[in-house]
């Protein structure tokens, strides 16, 4: 399955905008899904495809990609973003990865 | 709205076979636009992908794990399991049942169980 790398921590300021990066090969040919988890909840999907948000999940939250990146960007971040994230890609083969996570910080 | 719910032995001793069963109540199991899958994390460390299981029976499985993985299908009791054998203290772990699909070939997991704990310790 292919290789998905993520920046351990990130850091924003309350209300900042904050970009979280996912590299790999797979990311060329498919768009990433990104979750968010919080301390002792499940992974919560945030956003899908080319820029999807499933119901419920903030406008704030919204996804890209360049080339073998994937990212997931958050507009005007709040106290209660503060967790891991988490993203997810699959190769041509059908295996499926998820990147080592990135532990977000609100300060 | 379709949820899912984890259950099995929350103790497993080494070298015996992990036994897991996924419950999904608001949704049949046998949608064919869905898939269903396993994915486990160690605690304090990230997500790891097990396999998943299409309507139609074929499965795929992480290559790292593939010769001890067996994932199936109960379509009567609308349930997913998974089997791991020969377990060591490195298949402890918080294990996720989830709902996948494709859209245009990009993947997503949604829902997801909560997560049952499995300890593999004698």
């Known amino acids: 399955s292919s290789e998905l790398t993520q920046d351990p921590a990130v850091s924003v300021a309350l209300g900042q905008t904050v970009r979280i990066t996912c590299q790999g090969d797979?990311?060329?040919?498919?768009?990433a899904a990104w979750y968010q988890q919080k301390p002792g909840q499940a992974p919560l999907l945030v956003i899908y495809?080319?820029?999807d948000r499933p119901s419920g999940i903030p406008d704030r939250f919204s996804g890209s990609r360049s080339a073998n990146t994937a990212s997931l960007t958050i507009t005007g971040a709040q106290a209660e973003d503060e967790a891991d994230y988490y993203c997810?890609?699959?190769?041509?083969?059908?295996?499926?990865?998820f990147g080592g996570g990135t532990k977000l910080t609100v300060l | 709205q379709v949820q899912l719910q984890e259950s099995g032995p929350g103790l497993v001793k080494p070298s015996q076979t992990l036994s897991l069963t996924c419950s999904v109540s608001?949704?049949?199991?046998?949608?064919?636009?869905?898939?269903w899958t396993w994915i486990r994390q160690p605690a304090g460390k990230g997500l790891e992908w097990i396999g998943l299981m299409y309507s139609e029976g074929i499965t795929v499985y992480n290559p790292a794990l593939k010769s001890r993985v067996a994932i199936s299908l109960d379509t009567s009791k609308n349930q997913l399991s998974l089997k791991l054998s020969s377990v060591t203290a490195a298949d402890t772990a918080l294990y996720y049942c989830a709902r996948g699909s494709y859209d245009y070939g990009d993947p997503r997991f949604d829902p997801w169980g909560q997560g049952t704990l499995v300890t593999v310790s004698s």
């Open positions: 997810h890609s699959r190769d041509s083969s059908g295996y499926h990865s």
């Open positions: 608001g949704g049949s199991i046998s949608s064919s636009y869905y898939f």
């Open positions: 495809g080319r820029n």
């Open positions: 797979s990311l060329r040919t498919y768009y």
